[in-house]
């Protein structure tokens, strides 16, 4: 059921063993939203067990590392799942092996698992949400400079540097917040934005081979030799899915992302024209302006390009 913080905040205080998950190929706000949490918790509640899981982090290790829990931790535990809008997304499947489970997300409320739920999707960001939490808990939940440092990376790389539309006059007033616990904010960013040779070889590649498809449609499809190529994980081709939307004239536009197995991993970016409706049809969902998917061959790719065409071209008709 729908809950509010006063409701989450008594079940944080009930329970003596807490986990925290988030999704798979974690970005900044997952991280940030479950490290932020648990960090805020064992600061208020030193006597709380509280534990982080989830697979590997990529090169976000910086922000948070998974812990090893035994399945035996999670008899009588509360589970909080963050930034993560479906089960199947959901990080380690032990999510429900707990004694109540909460959901806190941004993300359209779809699924909506938990015995608790709190979807906020005008939020920029799950950290921005926790946040909120910490400041409506009364000193329950401390915001430590640590808690501080991650959940302002999540607001950095949710709202992409404080761009996307779902940057409000509320997140910049959250931020301000974070940066004066002290903790060095440049860091964070130069650790957000670095890039290694071969990333910076795949930005050109995505200017040299971005194709127009019209209506302000584009897309780029890297193949698994290319990322091999450049000596490239698959985690770290993430960096080049706002790199098209720098383009004049792109209103939305597509990445297909060939994965080891031939099938595409598909990132779709919007300025105006909603695409979660593609993103769903495709197995996929999201936010209305920022989207994932796969497609099984290149003929669903095509299929994904044409239906992104004729987004764009009913935004320029009557923009939503
Ligand atoms: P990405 O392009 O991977 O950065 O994802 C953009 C947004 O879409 C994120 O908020 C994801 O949580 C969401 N998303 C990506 N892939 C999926 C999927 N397969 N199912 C549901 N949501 C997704």
Redesign the pocket.
């Known amino acids: 059921m729908e809950a509010n913080f006063a409701q989450i905040l008594e079940k944080i205080q009930a329970y003596d063993k807490i986990v925290i998950h988030r ?1 798979q ?1 974690p ?1 900044p706000d997952a991280l940030g939203s479950q490290g932020g949490l648990a960090t805020a918790i064992r600061a208020g509640y030193p006597e709380k067990q509280v534990r982080t899981v989830g697979g590997a982090v990529g090169d976000l290790d910086w922000l948070n590392q998974p812990e090893e829990v035994s399945d035996d931790f999670y008899q009588g535990a509360l589970v909080i799942v963050t ?4 089960t199947p ?1 959901i990080s380690d499947p032990r999510f429900d092996q707990g004694a109540f489970l909460i959901k806190i997300d941004h ?1 359209p409320n779809d699924d909506a698992y938990g015995d608790y739920y709190y979807v906020q999707t005008s939020a920029s960001s799950s950290s921005e949400i926790i946040t909120d939490l910490i400041n409506a808990s009364a000193g329950q939940l401390v915001l430590t400079q640590e808690a501080a440092r991650v959940l302002y990376a999540g607001i950095v790389g949710d709202t992409g540097r404080f761009m996307y539309n779902a940057t409000t006059a509320h997140t910049f007033n959250v931020a301000a917040q974070l940066v004066s616990t002290g903790f060095d904010h440049t860091a964070v960013s130069e650790n957000l934005y670095e890039m290694t040779l071969g990333q910076a070889r795949l930005q050109s590649t995505v200017f040299d081979q971005i194709q127009f498809d019209g209506q302000g449609a584009a897309h780029v499809v890297i193949s698994q030799a290319l990322i091999k190529k450049l000596g490239l994980r698959d985690d770290q081709v ?1 960096s080049i ?1 706002s790199t098209p939307g720098r383009l004049k004239g792109v209103l939305l536009w597509s990445l297909y992302v060939e994965k080891p197995d031939g099938t595409y ?1 598909v ?3 919007s300025k105006g024209p909603i695409i979660n409706g593609i ?1 769903k049809a495709h ?5 209305p302006l ?5 497609a099984r061959d290149l003929e669903e790719v095509q299929t994904i390009i044409q239906a992104m065409v004729a987004a764009g071209a009913a935004y320029q008709v009557t923009p939503q």
Not at 83 to 86: W, Y
Not at 283 to 287: F, K
Not at 290 to 294: K, P, Q, T, V
């Open positions: 999704h190929n970005d930034d993560t809008a479906n997304r993300h993430n899915v991993r990132h779709f970016r993103a197995n996929g969902g999201g936010h920022a989207s994932g998917a796969s």
